[in-house]
């Protein structure tokens, strides 16, 4: 990290990522719906990643005038890691890193519109526990920065091959019954691809400690076409962009 920024050492890991790697990667996702991909980025990277993630997340605590984490934990919206990350967001936007993302998808992935593209999250083992839910878009690119021991919970559960039924309330307990339930064993430092529209998901509950994760959204085709759809449905739509209350304190310099 001396010599070269934290962007450019990513960049040149990447074009150098084993192409078996990636096979093996996309077999995976293709297979269970995740895909641990820790290789797609070296250790100094992932963590001046989470070291900034730690940094947004007391910074966000510091403007909401809260020095511990409230109930219900912290999440950093999008908006913010845009306004005030230094290298998340650049290396979000890094086309090589959608290129070897796509390797694994076996699909073009895509960026997400603005601002809807990173988020930090912080939950807390006597936070409400997480919701099974389905993503919004496509994938989601995930950095462990903090977890809890496996004794303890807080590890991630999936339920591939599975979509959200929006006319059934109980939507999620028919897949829950009529699926089989996954678990996976992660540590901070661990990176995984999930493909988030088509696999049902959460964090188990856990008993004590805390977590805290970085997490890309990215789109597949169809997200962009179901979004340019209704946008042509809605009319007077606000504009993408920062909302209001974000303050930008300093320019960050380049990563």
Known sequence: MRFH???????????AVDPAALRHGRDRLAETGIARLGFLLPY?????????ALGL???HRQ??????DGPGGVEVPPAEVTAHGHCIPRLYDSELLRHKLSDVAAERVHACPPPRRCTVTRTRHNDPPDRWCWGDYAFELVLVVECPELEDGGFVQTVAHTSRDRHLEDGIHRTLTRHSIRSWELVPGDLYLLRAGTTLHRVHPFAHGRRTALSMSFASAQDLERDRKAARQTTGAAAPGLPPDVRVITKQAQC
């Open 5 to 15: 920024s934290t962007l450019e050492v990513a960049r040149r890991h990447l074009a």
């Open 44 to 52: 100094g990277v992932k963590r001046s990643l989470a070291a900034e």
């Open 57 to 59: 997340v007391d910074q």
């Open 63 to 68: 403007w909401n005038g809260s020095a511990e």
